[in-house]
């Protein structure tokens, strides 16, 4: 994808993070952003997306049988990816991964995050494909809730 306004897509995906990390509401509860969430907070006061290389999230098309899945909203959780801290969301047809280190991150990934000329890495993927996904959908179905 290309013409994306980094300025303003950058604090609204810091945004989405940030206020995720602050809010009491009980579906947040796995995002703690520790020293990170003055950081972000700054950023977004002071209307400076950073670089890239900060705060990078990595974006997917949710897709099954050749449509968009736009109406699955799942509880933000935690992962690690490389030994970096990672917040998953599921929103708006779309899952955001966002990296949350200090530390150097793969070329591979800061290639797909959103850059500062306006481009950006969607992949397509099915939820099928998503590990994380395919574990909730069976909990669910073990607990008989579906």
Request: include cysteine; aromatic fraction near 12%.
């Amino acid at each position: 994808m290309c013409g994306v306004d980094y300025h303003k897509f950058k604090l609204f995906q810091l945004s989405i993070l940030w206020r995720a990390g602050v809010s009491k509401n009980e579906m947040f509860k796995q995002v703690s952003l520790h020293r990170h969430e003055q950081i972000v907070r700054q950023r977004l006061a002071l209307s400076d997306p950073g670089n890239p290389r900060e705060y990078g999230c990595l974006m997917f098309a949710l897709i099954n049988d050749g449509r968009p899945v736009e109406d699955f909203i799942l509880e933000p959780s935690w992962c690690r990816i490389d030994g970096h801290y990672c917040y998953r969301f599921i929103f708006g047809g779309l899952a955001w991964v966002f990296l949350v280190s200090r530390h150097a991150k793969p070329t591979l990934v800061l290639d797909r995050v959103l850059q500062e000329n306006g481009q950006m890495t969607i992949r397509c993927i099915s939820p099928k494909d998503m590990k994380f996904l395919v574990e909730f959908s069976q909990k669910l179905v073990e607990s008989g809730k579906i």
